[in-house]
Nanobody, 126 residues
Framework: QVQLVESGGGSVQAGGSLRLSCTAS????????TGWFRQAPGKEREFLAA????????YYADSVKGRVTISRDNAKNTVYLQMNSLKPEDTAVYYC???????????????????WGQGTQVTVSS
């Protein structure tokens, strides 16, 4: 069993930056990938970015490409999401998730992921 815990959320002014962390307890397999999603009130969960186990593959949603960077430190069992130039519309609960079936062209689908964190709130004020 794997548990994921997000941290690093908070309140920031527009134009600011945040770095979210996702730390896993329990070992993820070498074939796993981790993704970040967000969900704003009244909206569906939205894929943001994903990274494979080795860090050699990353994939970003067009809506955040150029403003976010996903990275990982396997020695710390942690995946990061650096977010820059934040906008009020980035306000949401941010979730990390891990999957065990391996990198594929469906890596942006929430249904592909097996484990989810509890989420961390990000609030961007104008």
């Amino acid at each position: 069993q794997v548990q994921l815990v997000e941290s690093g959320g908070g309140s920031v002014q527009a134009g600011g930056s945040l770095r979210l962390s996702c730390t896993a307890s329990g070992r993820l397999s070498g074939g796993s990938a981790t993704g970040w999603f967000r969900q704003a009130p009244g909206k569906e969960r939205e894929f943001l970015a994903a990274i494979n186990w080795s860090g050699t593959n990353t994939y970003y949603a067009d809506s955040v490409k150029g403003r976010v960077t996903i990275s990982r430190d396997n020695a710390k069992n942690t995946v990061y999401l650096q977010m820059n130039s934040l906008k009020p519309e980035d306000t949401a609960v941010y979730y990390c998730a891990s999957e065990t079936s391996g990198w594929s062209r469906f890596i942006n689908l929430a249904s592909k992921y097996d484990y989810w964190g509890q989420g961390t709130q990000v609030t961007v004020s104008s």
